[in-house]
């Protein structure tokens, strides 16, 4: 289970340095941050980790803007109330 762990929060981190997003971004990371916190926290709990990604997903509705990733080319009325497809496809992967 350690090297599971290790093995997501590496490649969020590989992610966040080379896509240069960060949580609340807007993109997937808000879904693949949780779910590597809560993976840690919980000494691979795959449930509660699985949760915590889908709520960071949902939590995208609500940003107005995006700073990196596809939906940083739409404008503030399309993205409201509309949660990041990448981050909502992690949620569900």
Do not use: N
């Given at each position: 289970i350690d090297g599971l762990c290790k093995?997501?929060?590496d490649g969020v981190d590989a992610v966040k340095l080379y896509g240069g997003a960060t949580a609340g971004s807007r993109t997937m990371l808000d879904?693949?941050?949780?779910?590597?916190?809560?993976?840690?926290?919980?000494k691979g709990n795959l449930v509660?980790?699985?949760q915590q990604a889908k709520k960071g997903a949902?939590?995208?509705a609500s940003m107005k803007t995006?700073?990196?990733g596809r939906s940083n080319y739409l404008?503030?009325?399309t993205l409201e109330g509309t949660p990041d497809?990448?981050?909502m496809a992690v949620s569900i992967v």
């Open positions: 093995a997501v929060q879904a693949l941050i949780p779910y590597a916190e809560s993976l840690m926290a919980t509660e980790a699985a949902e939590s995208t995006a700073s990196a404008s503030e009325e497809p990448g981050a």
